[in-house]
């Protein structure tokens, strides 16, 4: 069964639908998020919502293709 569960990620709340099995996952996934939210706020002060919200998804990519390459070697 899903569940919704909202999220507030600066100050704007989500609803997402997921499965009771994955919530901690989801929690533990936005637990991290807001810390690199906080993290981008401290180096990107005059950063707007949009602006935060794409530089932190790139700071999260980033070693994410560094693993699959590594892994391609």
């Known amino acids: 069964?899903?569940?919704?569960?909202?999220?507030?990620?600066?100050?704007?709340?989500?609803?997402?639908r997921v499965p009771a099995a994955e919530q901690e996952t989801l929690t533990q996934a936005t637990q991290l998020l807001r810390a690199h939210i906080q993290e981008s706020q401290h180096r990107f002060p005059r950063a707007g919502f949009d602006e935060l919200l794409v530089i932190t998804a790139l700071n999260l990519c980033v070693p994410m293709i560094q693993q699959d390459q590594r892994l391609d070697v």
């Open 1 to 16: 069964m899903r569940d919704v569960r909202v999220l507030n990620i600066l100050g704007r709340d989500y609803s997402i």
